[in-house]
C-alpha cells in the first residue's frame, strides 16, 4: 500500500492576502522560501518512490527547495481553476458578484465544475495507488490538496471546507485498516 504525502507550496503574496490563485504563476515570497527549505527537516527525497509536482511554480519552487529537485509535473495537481474569480478574495466575491458564496457549494463562473476538479485529481489518486511505491509525494495547492484527498477517502467535494490546508504544510494519507484515511494533516 502506497502512503501519500500532500506538500502545499510556500506562501506567495497571494496566499498571504486570501487572493484565489489558479492559472497566475506567482513565486513565492521570503518567507515561503523559508518555508520550503524547512520542509528538508521533514522530508527525505530518497524515501520517495514517486515525486509528483503541479505545473505552477510556486509548487516547483517549493519542491526544489525541499530537496526534490527533479519532480515530474503533471497538469493533474494544478490548482482549481477559479475562472472570472481569479486574484479575488473570498470577501470580494461576496461583496461584488455573490452573497453567501462559498467554493465547496457555489462553484465557480468561468471556471472548473466540480465534477472537473474531481476527476482531474482522481487520475492522481489512481496513478498514485497504481504506483507500487511504498511512498509517493504531491506538491501542490490549497483546494487541490483538499481535493485530492477528499478523492482518497471517497468523500463528496462539499467536506472540502473542513481540510484548510496551510502553506508549506505537509499532509499524509493512507489508510486504517481497511479504510482510506488521513493519517496527519497539516503537519
Known amino acids: 500500500m502506497t502512503i501519500l504525502y500532500?506538500?502545499?507550496h510556500g506562501?506567495?503574496?497571494?496566499?498571504?492576502?486570501?487572493?484565489h490563485t489558479s492559472h497566475t504563476d506567482l513565486?513565492?515570497?521570503e518567507r515561503g522560501v523559508e518555508q520550503a527549505r524547512a520542509l528538508r527537516e521533514k522530508l527525505d527525497p530518497a524515501?520517495?518512490?514517486?515525486?509528483?509536482?503541479?505545473?505552477?511554480?510556486?509548487a516547483r519552487r517549493t519542491a526544489a527547495l525541499a530537496g526534490f529537485g527533479d519532480p515530474e509535473v503533471t497538469d493533474d495537481l494544478a490548482e482549481w481553476d477559479y475562472g472570472d474569480y481569479e486574484g479575488l478574495t473570498s470577501q470580494q466575491i461576496r461583496t461584488n458578484h455573490h452573497p453567501?458564496?462559498?467554493?465547496?457549494f457555489n462553484g465557480v463562473p468561468g471556471g472548473e465544475t466540480h465534477?472537473?476538479?474531481?476527476?482531474?485529481?482522481?487520475?492522481?489518486?489512481r496513478?498514485?495507488?497504481?504506483?507500487?511505491?511504498?511512498?509517493?509525494?504531491?506538491?501542490g495547492h490549497g483546494?487541490?490538496?483538499?481535493?485530492l484527498a477528499l478523492c482518497w477517502l471517497d468523500f463528496p467535494l462539499i467536506f472540502g471546507q473542513a481540510f484548510p490546508v496551510e502553506t508549506a504544510s505537509v499532509s499524509i494519507l493512507g489508510r486504517e485498516k481497511e479504510s482510506w484515511a488521513v493519517l496527519r494533516w497539516n503537519s
Open 6 to 8: 500532500l506538500v502545499r
Open 11 to 19: 506562501e506567495t503574496e497571494w496566499s498571504k492576502s486570501g487572493q
Open 27 to 29: 513565486d513565492l515570497t
Open 47 to 58: 524515501e520517495f518512490g514517486l515525486v509528483l509536482s503541479s505545473p505552477r511554480l510556486r
Open 100 to 104: 453567501g458564496w462559498r467554493l465547496w
Open 115 to 125: 465534477d472537473e476538479v474531481r476527476e482531474r485529481l482522481s487520475r492522481v489518486v
Open 127 to 139: 496513478r498514485v495507488r497504481d504506483s507500487g511505491v511504498d511512498k509517493a509525494i504531491c506538491f
Open 143 to 147: 483546494h487541490a490538496s483538499r481535493v
